[in-house]
C-alpha cells in the first residue's frame, strides 16, 4: 500500500497555567500539495500557506513516515503539549499516531526530518524545538550619531526588500523583488537558541545598528548593537550576510560592505569536536556562522551520519587555522539549518551538461551516478517540453496519440525542447507539457518502454530506472577518479598548474582553462573551486600530480561546504 496523504495535528502550551496556546496543522498530499495552518491563542490570526514540493521530496518523506512508529507512554500528563500523525493510504485505510509533545530521540529525528524535507525549520512539529521563528516584519537601521543614514525593510505581505541610503542631500531607494526560497532562506538565520537569546556586546564603534523583527508566534525584537568588527560573529551579522547574498549589495551600502571586507570566500569556522563516549577531540571546518559550542552537528564517516558534539569554535581565514587546512575535513550537516533550498541551473547549460553526462559515463567505468546527476539538474529547472502527438489536445496525456518510435520492439517516447528544433518531419504537431510530467508519463505508460531527448542531431535515450532514479535525486557535485584521459571527456574546464602564468581562466580553441600557480596551496585550491563555480560552469578536470595535491585532498572538503552549489569533478589518477 502507498501512502497518499501526511496530516499532523499538534497543540502546544506557552508560559504555564497562565500562558496560551500554539496550534500547527500539516497536510502533505502525494501531487505535492502542501497545507500549514499555523494559530496563536496570543494573536487573533490564523497564518496559512500553501505550497508545491517536488516529487523527490515526496518519495522521502512518505518514505520515511511510512516507516515511523511511536509509543505513547501510559503516563504522559501532555503539559507541554499533544501531537498526532495520520497517514492515509491507497486503499482508503489510515494509520493514527498520537503522543506528548517532548524532547525525545525519536521525535527529534521524525521532527527535523519533516522540517529538512518540508523545508521549513520553523515548525514546531513534534518535539517543539523549532529552529527558527517566522518573522512578519524587520527593520535595519543603521545609524551615526543620532541620523538616520541607512535603513533595510521587509514586509512579509509585499515580499520585498526595500533598502534605503542618505548620501549627503541625495536619497537612494532600492527595491528586492525576493522568492518565497530567499525568505526561507533569511529564515533559516533565525534560531531560536541563539538569535533570541543574544546578549549584545558592551562597546563603542563609529556606528551602531539597530534590528526590530515582528514575529507571529514569539513577543517583538527590538535591539541596538555597535557596529564593529569584533562582535561580527553574532546572529544577527550572519543573518545582515544573508541579505547580502541575496541582494548582492556590497559597495554602496555600509551595512554589507564592512561585512564583504570581513566575511569572504575564504573565511571559515574551526571547530573542535567529540564522538560519542569520547573526549578526544578532532578538528573540523564548516561555513555554517551560527555553530556554537555544545551545538550537535554531523559528520560523514564510513558513508553514514555520526553525531558530534562541538567543544570550540573559532573562526578565521585559511592561513588562520591552527591545523594545515588541508588536511581538515567538512561537518556534514548541522540537519537543523542547511536546508534544501533549491539549486537555480541555467536550462541550456544544464541540457549540455546532460549530453556530456553520457559521453562521460562510458568513459568513467558506467558510473550511474553522472547520469542520474546531470538529469535530476534538468528536473530541477522547472522548464517545458515539447512532444511529438497527432493532438494538440494534451488535457488528458493518456489518451493523446503519440509519435512512439520502435527500436527492437521497444517503444520509445521522444520529446525536444526547443519548439524551432524540428526532426520529426512526419510529426503533424507538438504539445507543451512540464518536463517532469512527461518523465511520469513514460513511468505510468505501460506501452512505453523509455524516454528520448533529442535536439539537432543528437538524441539520447531515457531509461525508465534512470528516470525513477532521478525523480527522488537532489542534485551534487559528483566527484570520479580514474585513469581516462583529458581528450576523451566532455568537460566545461581543464585545470593545468603553470607557475608562470598566474592563476584565472584562458580559453583557446572552443575549450576553457584555468591556470593554477600552486597546486600545493589549500588557498588557490579552494579558490579554483569557487571561481569556475561562480563563473557558471558545471564541470572540471585536473591530473593531480601526487597524492597529495590540494586540489585533488580538498575536493571533498568543498563539496561538502557548498552544497547549495554543483560543479563535477573529473580526476585523471597519477602515477
Not at 507543451?432 to 539537432?456: C, E, Q, V, W
Request: proline share 3%; hydrophobic share 35%.
Amino acid at each position: 500500500m502507498n501512502i497518499i496523504s501526511l496530516e499532523t495535528d499538534v497543540t502546544i502550551n506557552k508560559g504555564g497555567d497562565n500562558g496560551y496556546t500554539i496550534s500547527e496543522k500539516i497536510k502533505v498530499n502525494r501531487s505535492g500539495f502542501v497545507q500549514i495552518l499555523t494559530t496563536s491563542s496570543r494573536v487573533e490570526e490564523t497564518r496559512k500557506e500553501e505550497l508545491f514540493i517536488r516529487f523527490s521530496i515526496v518519495y522521502e518523506l512518505f518514505k520515511y513516515f511510512n516507516s515511523f512508529s511511536y509509543e505513547a507512554f501510559s503516563n504522559a500528563d501532555y503539559k507541554n503539549g499533544i501531537w498526532m500523525l495520520c497517514l492515509t493510504f491507497s486503499d482508503g485505510s489510515k494509520r493514527v499516531l498520537s503522543g506528548e509533545v517532548k524532547d525525545n530521540q525519536k521525535l527529534n529525528v521524525a521532527s527535523d526530518a519533516l522540517r529538512k524535507l518540508l523545508q521549513k525549520p520553523y515548525l514546531i512539529a513534534f518535539d517543539n524545538k523549532n529552529r527558527t521563528e517566522k518573522f512578519k516584519t524587520f527593520t535595519i537601521s543603521l545609524t551615526e550619531g543620532d541620523e538616520e543614514i541607512e535603513k533595510v525593510i521587509f514586509i512579509e505581505s509585499e515580499r520585498k526588500l526595500k533598502l534605503y541610503k542618505k548620501e549627503g542631500k541625495k536619497e537612494v531607494f532600492i527595491e528586492y523583488k525576493l522568492d518565497l526560497w530567499e525568505i526561507e532562506k533569511l529564515r533559516s538565520c533565525i534560531w531560536d537558541e541563539l538569535f533570541f537569546d543574544y546578549v549584545p556586546p558592551n562597546e563603542e564603534a563609529l556606528f551602531d545598528i539597530s534590528f526590530s523583527f515582528s514575529f507571529l508566534l514569539h513577543s517583538d525584537i527590538n535591539v541596538k548593537l555597535p557596529y564593529s568588527y569584533s562582535c561580527f560573529y553574532g546572529p544577527y551579522y550572519a543573518f545582515i550576510y544573508k541579505l547580502k547574498e541575496i541582494t548582492k549589495e556590497t559597495n554602496r551600502f555600509i551595512i554589507f560592505s564592512s561585512l564583504a571586507l570581513y566575511f569572504n570566500k575564504n573565511h571559515y569556522v574551526y571547530l573542535d569536536v567529540t564522538f560519542p563516549n569520547s573526549d578526544k577531540k578532532y578538528r573540523y571546518v564548516s561555513k555554517d556562522l551560527l555553530i556554537k559550542e555544545d551545538e550537535n552537528v554531523y559528520i560523514s564517516k564510513n558513508n553514514e551520519l555520526v553525531n558530534v558534539n562541538v567543544k570550540e569554535v573559532e573562526s578565521g581565514l585559511i592561513s588562520e587555522s591552527k591545523y594545515p587546512f588541508i588536511n581538515l575535513e567538512a561537518i556534514d550537516s548541522t540537519f537543523y539549518r542547511d536546508y534544501c533550498f533549491p539549486i537555480k541551473f541555467d536550462k541550456d547549460k544544464a541540457l549540455d551538461n546532460f549530453f556530456a553526462a553520457f559521453v562521460n559515463y562510458k568513459e568513467c567505468s558506467n558510473n550511474g551516478y553522472i547520469l542520474v546527476n546531470a538529469l535530476s539538474k534538468i528536473i530541477n529547472c522547472a522548464q517545458n517540453c515539447f512532444v511529438p502527438t497527432d493532438t494538440s489536445d494534451m488535457s488528458d496525456y493518456h489518451s493523446s496519440s503519440y509519435l512512439l518510435i520502435e527500436d527492437n520492439s521497444n517503444h520509445i517516447l521522444p520529446c525536444i525542447f526547443d519548439e524551432n528544433d524540428n526532426i520529426f518531419s512526419n510529426c503533424p504537431s507538438f504539445s507543451m507539457m512540464p518536463f517532469i510530467d512527461y518523465l511520469h508519463l513514460i513511468l505510468d505508460s505501460p506501452g512505453i518502454n523509455a524516454g528520448m531527448i533529442t535536439r539537432k542531431n543528437e538524441s539520447l535515450i531515457l531509461t525508465k530506472e534512470l528516470i525513477k532514479y532521478s525523480l527522488t535525486w537532489k542534485p551534487i557535485s559528483v566527484i570520479t577518479a580514474g585513469s581516462y584521459k583529458v581528450e576523451k571527456l566532455k568537460v566545461d574546464v581543464i585545470v593545468l598548474v603553470n607557475k608562470e602564468k598566474g592563476s584565472g581562466f584562458r580559453a583557446a580553441r572552443g575549450q576553457m582553462y584555468y591556470y593554477i600557480s600552486d597546486q600545493e596551496s589549500a588557498e588557490c585550491a579552494m579558490k579554483l573551486f569557487d571561481d569556475i563555480s561562480f563563473a557558471g560552469f558545471y564541470s572540471l578536470y585536473y591530473s593531480p600530480q601526487n597524492k597529495d595535491d590540494a586540489i585533488y585532498k580538498l575536493s571533498n572538503t568543498w563539496k561538502a561546504l557548498n552544497k547549495e552549489r554543483c560543479l563535477d569533478m573529473y580526476f585523471g589518477i597519477f602515477e
